[in-house]
């Protein structure tokens, strides 16, 4: 039998239990893997909050979406053998003692990289690369991140440096100097966002990225930046068809950018392995608090990743 974390109900986190089910068998092109650690993130409440939906048939309903953990069964043309040390995503139910997955949604886990900083590697890296790639940031760009604190936004800060870019991010005061020991120039958001930018960054924002969703994110970019093509949010779908923006995700209307996240996963494991990439970890719970992880991520004053060990 397998722990698996279950949302019971539609509501908060109250209706999250933990129960026993049979542990999975993997079929062809599959594998299962004994979970170590697996990322929480928003859109694993979303789905049993009710605002995607509240199909009384959807229940009840796993949760998670990305694990790192060892392999201990392959289905029939698989590649990977028992013992592999890997990281899944996309990992449908994570929350889960042992989880089984497509054999393509699985990355070599590099040896010295903690079980927690894999876990919260994946979902969130491929997200801020995908921002990367659609908005075209290169060497000399000046990058205004809104929500430079949130577990994208500390990717994104990493990789718009990596790429010889500047970094302005938006933050509230008690982050600020996390992201300058990361190497970006922290504003606080709030009336008077856009003089402050002007005030670091003379010269112009070149990019904006909206990982937050706010009335004042996507005005401020649209303020400073002079092309639509290079403002991307992954929260603002409909306001994103409507002003011309870029879109990114999976939300209606939103480029998924599937090759391009999935040739990001490599990548972001090499870059964590080398350093060039942190995985901020905020806290950890064992899986049976998965209900408090959630009321803190739901919060939203959490910087880095939250992370469920089974």
Request: net charge negative.
């Amino acid at each position: 039998m397998s722990a698996v974390v279950v949302a019971t109900a539609f509501g908060g986190p109250e209706v999250l239990s933990v129960v026993e089910q049979p542990s999975p068998e993997p079929g062809p092109g599959e594998v299962r893997i004994a979970v170590r650690a697996a990322g929480v993130n928003p859109v694993d409440y979303k789905r049993y909050s009710g605002t995607m939906g509240a199909d009384p048939a959807q229940l009840p309903i796993r949760l998670g979406a990305e694990a790192a953990g060892v392999v201990t069964a392959v289905g029939a043309d698989v590649r990977a053998t028992v013992g592999d040390e890997v990281i899944a995503y996309r990992a449908a139910g994570a929350y889960a003692a042992e989880v089984v997955v497509p054999a393509e949604a699985l990355t070599t886990k590099p040896p010295e990289l903690p079980w927690d900083e894999a876990a919260g590697l994946l979902l969130a890296g491929c997200t801020a690369e995908h921002t990367m790639v659609a908005t075209d940031v290169h060497p000399g760009d000046t990058v205004l991140i809104h929500g430079g604190a949130g577990g994208v936004g500390l990717m994104a800060v990493q990789l718009a440096l990596g790429r010889g870019a500047q970094v302005v991010a938006t933050a509230s005061a008690r982050h600020h100097d996390r992201l300058r020991g990361l190497g970006a120039v922290p504003v606080t958001y709030g009336n008077g966002l856009a003089d402050r930018v002007r005030a670091v960054a003379p010269a112009g924002i070149d990019v904006a990225l909206d990982l937050v969703g706010t009335d004042e994110a996507m005005a401020v970019s649209l303020e400073l930046v002079a092309e639509r093509s290079r403002i991307a949010t992954i929260v603002a779908y409909a306001r994103a068809s409507e002003l011309g923006v870029l879109g990114l995700g999976g939300g209606p209307g939103g480029d998924p950018g599937t090759e391009i996240r999935a040739a990001a996963r490599p990548k972001l494991a090499h870059l964590a392995e080398t350093g060039a990439l942190r995985i901020l970890v905020a806290s950890t719970y064992p899986l049976d608090q998965a209900a408090a992880a959630h009321r803190e991520i739901q919060a939203g004053h959490t910087s880095g990743k939250i992370i469920l060990r089974p």
